[in-house]
C-alpha cells in the first residue's frame, strides 16, 4: 500500500475509555504508512434512542483506500489509527428503550451517514447528505457536538465497520429484509445510493416514463448504475473510453455502448441520452458526453474531482442541457433502494475477503479502480486470524 501526504497526516492515539464505553474488537490502520492490524477500539452504551448491531460484513469502498492512504485531500490529513467502512450490515443484539423503527434479532445496515443536524429543512425532507451544517461520515470524522446523536468520548474519532460491533442512533438505520443476502447488501448501501439517488431525483424511478439513460464508467459504481436503470425498465446506454468493457457492461444489462474517444461511436448515440449519470473520478473532459445529451437533457458527475473540468460552454446553450451533481442519498432513498433491489433481485458482484486479504485489496484498489467486483470483508475472519 503507498500512503500519501504524510505532511498532513494526523495521529490521535486511542485515549482510555469512559466509564460508558466498553470494548469492540476492530481491524485498522494504527499508524501512517504500517499495515492493517488488530485494534482495540471502544463503542458507546446504548442510549435510549441508539442501536447496537453485530456487524457481519462491510464492503470495502474504493473511498476507504482513499482514506487509509491519506488521498482523500492535499490540505486535510486523515486520522490515525483509522477504522475504515461505511458499508455495514448485521443483527441487532440490543436497543434503547425509546427505539421504534427495530427490534432485537432484526437485519440492520449502515451506510456513510453516521449522524446530522435533523433539523434543517433539508434533513427534515430526508435528505441528510444535504445537512446544512453538514452530516457526519461513518468514519474517520470528528463527532460534531451539536448534532448530539452520537456517545462516547467527544474527542475520539468516529470508527467504521471494519469492527465487531457498532452503535448509531436509530434514525441513520437501514432494514435489510430477513432473506436479503448480506454480504450483498452492504455495497448497495454505497454504490447502490449513489447511482439511485440521481436516478430518483430526476426522475427515472417513475415506472411510466422510459428514458435513454448513460452511464459513465464501467466499475463497480457504473455496473450497479446499469442493474438499477435496466430493472427500472429504461433503455441504458454504457459509455466506456475503449471497446474492453463492451461484453462486461451488455451483461449487466446495457442495451447500447459507446466509446467515448471514438468520434464515430459518439455520433451513433449524438441527441438520444436523457440522462446521463458519471462515476468517472479522474479529469476528463465532459463534451463528448454533453453532444450524447437530448434538448433538456442533464449529465450528473459523481467523481470527486478537485481540479476544474472542461466542457464547451456552446455545446450546453444550443440543447439547454445542465450538468449537476450528486452525492449519495439521504436515509429514506437508502431504504428505497435496499427495498427495490431485495424485490428485484438486483445485487453487485462480490467477493468475500478476509482481513488477511486486506492489503492485497487496496493495492489491487488503488494501482486500477474499473473492476466490476465489489469486494466485501468477512468480520468473521477476525477469528481466524487469531
Same mark, same amino acid.
Given at each position: 500500500?503507498?500512503?500519501?501526504?504524510?505532511?498532513?497526516?494526523?495521529?490521535?492515539?486511542?485515549?482510555?475509555?469512559?466509564?460508558?464505553?466498553?470494548?469492540?474488537?476492530?481491524w485498522g490502520v494504527e499508524k501512517f504508512g504500517e499495515n492493517f492490524k488488530p485494534l482495540?477500539?471502544?463503542?458507546?452504551?446504548?442510549?435510549?434512542?441508539?442501536?447496537?448491531?453485530?456487524?457481519?460484513?462491510?464492503?470495502?469502498?474504493?473511498?476507504?483506500?482513499?482514506?487509509?492512504?491519506?488521498?482523500?485531500?492535499?490540505?486535510?490529513?486523515?486520522?490515525?489509527?483509522?477504522?475504515?467502512?461505511?458499508?455495514?450490515?448485521?443483527?441487532?443484539?440490543?436497543?434503547?428503550?425509546k427505539v421504534t423503527r427495530v427490534k432485537v434479532g432484526e437485519n440492520v445496515g449502515v451506510?456513510?451517514?453516521?449522524?446530522?443536524?435533523?433539523?434543517?429543512?433539508?434533513?427534515?425532507?430526508?435528505?441528510?447528505?444535504?445537512?446544512?451544517?453538514?452530516?457526519?461520515?461513518?468514519?474517520?470524522?470528528?463527532?460534531?457536538?451539536?448534532?448530539?446523536?452520537?456517545?462516547?468520548?467527544?474527542?475520539?474519532?468516529?470508527?467504521?465497520?471494519?469492527?465487531?460491533?457498532?452503535?448509531?442512533?436509530?434514525?441513520?438505520?437501514?432494514?435489510?429484509?430477513?432473506?436479503?443476502?448480506?454480504?450483498?447488501?452492504?455495497?448497495?448501501?454505497?454504490?447502490?445510493?449513489?447511482?439511485?439517488?440521481?436516478?430518483?431525483?430526476?426522475?427515472?424511478?417513475?415506472?411510466?416514463?422510459?428514458?435513454?439513460?448513460?452511464? /459513465? #464508467?464501467? *466499475?463497480? @459504481?457504473?455496473?450497479?448504475?446499469?442493474? &438499477?436503470?435496466?430493472?427500472?425498465?429504461?433503455? +441504458?446506454?454504457?459509455?466506456?473510453?475503449?471497446?474492453?468493457?463492451?461484453?462486461?457492461?451488455?451483461?449487466?444489462?446495457?442495451?447500447?455502448?459507446?466509446?467515448?474517444?471514438?468520434?464515430?461511436?459518439?455520433?451513433?448515440?449524438?441527441?438520444?441520452?436523457?440522462?446521463?449519470?458519471?462515476?468517472?473520478?479522474?479529469?476528463?473532459?465532459?463534451?463528448?458526453?454533453?453532444?450524447?445529451?437530448?434538448?433538456?437533457?442533464?449529465?450528473?458527475?459523481?467523481?470527486?474531482?478537485?481540479?476544474?473540468?472542461?466542457?464547451?460552454?456552446?455545446?450546453?446553450?444550443?440543447?439547454?442541457?445542465?450538468?449537476?451533481?450528486?452525492?449519495?442519498?439521504?436515509?429514506?432513498?437508502?431504504?428505497?433502494?435496499?427495498?427495490?433491489?431485495?424485490?428485484?433481485?438486483?445485487?453487485?458482484?462480490?467477493?468475500? /475477503? #478476509?482481513? *488477511?486479504? @486486506?492489503?492485497?485489496?487496496?493495492?489491487? &484498489?488503488?494501482?486500477?479502480?474499473?473492476?466490476? +467486483?465489489?469486494?466485501?470483508?468477512?468480520?468473521?475472519?477476525?477469528?481466524?486470524?487469531?
Amino acid at each position: 500500500m503507498k500512503f500519501s501526504s504524510p505532511d498532513i497526516a494526523v495521529h490521535k492515539p486511542i485515549p482510555e475509555p469512559l466509564e460508558s464505553e466498553y470494548p469492540v474488537k476492530a481491524w485498522g490502520v494504527e499508524k501512517f504508512g504500517e499495515n492493517f492490524k488488530p485494534l482495540t477500539i471502544y463503542r458507546y452504551q446504548v442510549g435510549e434512542y441508539d442501536v447496537k448491531f453485530q456487524i457481519k460484513f462491510c464492503g470495502i469502498c474504493h473511498s476507504d483506500v482513499h482514506n487509509v492512504l491519506n488521498e482523500m485531500s492535499t490540505k486535510y490529513g486523515s486520522t490515525y489509527p483509522i477504522v475504515p467502512g461505511h458499508e455495514l450490515v448485521g443483527t441487532v443484539v440490543e436497543v434503547g428503550d425509546k427505539v421504534t423503527r427495530v427490534k432485537v434479532g432484526e437485519n440492520v445496515g449502515v451506510g456513510c451517514i453516521r449522524d446530522s443536524c435533523l433539523l434543517c429543512d433539508v434533513c427534515d425532507r430526508g435528505e441528510e447528505c444535504y445537512c446544512v451544517r453538514g452530516f457526519t461520515h461513518t468514519y474517520n470524522t470528528p463527532k460534531k457536538k451539536e448534532h448530539c446523536h452520537i456517545g462516547g468520548n467527544p474527542e475520539v474519532q468516529n470508527w467504521g465497520g471494519y469492527s465487531e460491533f457498532d452503535v448509531i442512533h436509530e434514525h441513520f438505520i437501514i432494514k435489510i429484509p430477513d432473506d436479503m443476502p448480506l454480504e450483498k447488501a452492504g455495497p448497495i448501501l454505497c454504490a447502490g445510493i449513489t447511482m439511485w439517488s440521481p436516478l430518483n431525483h430526476w426522475g427515472a424511478t417513475d415506472t411510466t416514463k422510459k428514458l435513454n439513460i448513460g452511464i /459513465v #464508467g464501467i *466499475g463497480g @459504481l457504473g455496473t450497479m448504475g446499469i442493474k &438499477l436503470a435496466s430493472a427500472l425498465g429504461h433503455r +441504458v446506454v454504457a459509455i466506456s473510453s475503449s471497446d474492453k468493457k463492451r461484453e462486461l457492461a451488455k451483461s449487466k444489462g446495457a442495451a447500447g455502448y459507446v466509446v467515448s474517444n471514438d468520434p464515430a461511436s459518439v455520433a451513433a448515440e449524438s441527441g438520444k441520452l436523457d440522462l446521463i449519470l458519471n462515476t468517472v473520478s479522474a479529469h476528463h473532459s465532459l463534451t463528448p458526453y454533453i453532444t450524447l445529451l437530448k434538448t433538456d437533457g442533464t449529465l450528473v458527475n459523481m467523481g470527486c474531482i478537485a481540479a476544474p473540468m472542461e466542457y464547451n460552454q456552446f455545446s450546453l446553450l444550443l440543447k439547454r442541457a445542465s450538468i449537476a451533481g450528486s452525492l449519495i442519498g439521504g436515509i429514506p432513498a437508502t431504504q428505497e433502494v435496499i427495498d427495490f433491489c431485495h424485490k428485484n433481485e438486483v445485487y453487485p458482484d462480490v467477493e468475500l /475477503v #478476509g482481513v *488477511g486479504d @486486506l492489503e492485497r485489496v487496496y493495492t489491487e &484498489l488503488q494501482e486500477n479502480n474499473s473492476g466490476a +467486483v465489489r469486494y466485501v470483508l468477512d468480520i468473521k475472519s477476525f477469528e481466524a486470524s487469531e
